[in-house]
T-cell receptor, first 114, second 112 residues
Framework: KAGVTQTPRYLIKTRGQQVTLSCSPISGHRSVSWYQQTPGQGLQFLFEYFSETQRNKGNFPGRFSGRQFSNSRSEMNVSTLELGDSALYLC?????????????FGNGTRLTVT | DQQVKQNSPSLSVQEGRISILNCDYTNSMFDYFLWYKKYPAEGPTFLISISSIKDKNEDGRFTVFLNKSAKHLSLHIVPSQPGDSAVYFCAASEWGAQKLVFGQGTRLTINP
């Protein structure tokens, strides 16, 4: 079974631009979560989607948004990019989105904002 | 406020010996705990988990121990192998919310 797939692997954007990241979960998984990893803050929760509905949101500004499609694929959008948005963005999926279902992570998208 | 803490940024262990990674948490609402392993340029890989109703869970060479009164969990790897060299993250979630809170990670190096 294929794992979680994230595209693109690397992105370089300029401050003020916007960016869209894509995630395909493991087949059959209905919950998709997004995390940001930075050297200073570690891994931080962005949001979680289940059946196209956002169920949880982390403590990030409104510039960070996401959505989930009917096939469970998900996209994350960051508008008006800031230098501090440079990070590894990780997508994870789980079968049923239960709190005690382990998350399975993709290899991430490395975003660099210049 | 860091709710999950891994106080050792790094740990070096000889091959064949036991590796013990520690994690402390402050939120008494955490109900489910996990350990992940991460290699460079890859996403975290799920290793093992434990529910708050248990105090031990074992899977092959990996055992996780949970001490709820001390708000402490640990991961034991026996015997340690060179391929275990990676960054290990502990994580926790509250009942009903699939939102993991991660520690800062511990870099484990297994020396031949």
């Amino acid at each position: 079974k294929a794992g979680v797939t994230q595209t693109p692997r690397y992105l370089i954007k300029t401050r003020g631009q916007q960016v869209t990241l894509s995630c395909s979960p493991i087949s059959g998984h209905r919950s998709v979560s997004w995390y940001q990893q930075t050297p200073g803050q570690g891994l931080q929760f962005l949001f979680e989607y289940f059946s196209e509905t956002q169920r949880n949101k982390g403590n990030f500004p409104g510039r960070f948004s996401g959505r989930q499609f009917s096939n469970s694929r998900s996209e994350m959008n960051v508008s008006t990019l800031e230098l501090g948005d440079s990070a590894l963005y990780l997508c994870a999926s789980s079968v049923d989105g239960a709190y005690n279902s382990p998350l399975h992570f993709g290899n991430g998208t490395r975003l660099t904002v210049t | 406020d860091q709710q999950v803490k891994q106080n050792s940024p790094s740990l070096s262990v000889q091959e064949g010996r036991i590796s013990i990674l520690n994690c402390d948490y402050t939120n008494s609402m955490f109900d489910y705990f996990l350990w992940y392993k991460k290699y460079p340029a890859e996403g975290p890989t799920f290793l093992i988990s434990i529910s708050s109703i248990k105090d031990k869970n074992e899977d092959g060479r990996f055992t996780v121990f949970l001490n709820k009164s001390a708000k402490h969990l640990s991961l034991h790897i026996v015997p340690s192998q060179p391929g275990d060299s990676a960054v290990y993250f502990c994580a926790a979630s509250e009942w009903g919310a699939q939102k993991l809170v991660f520690g800062q990670g511990t870099r484990l190096t297994i020396n031949p």
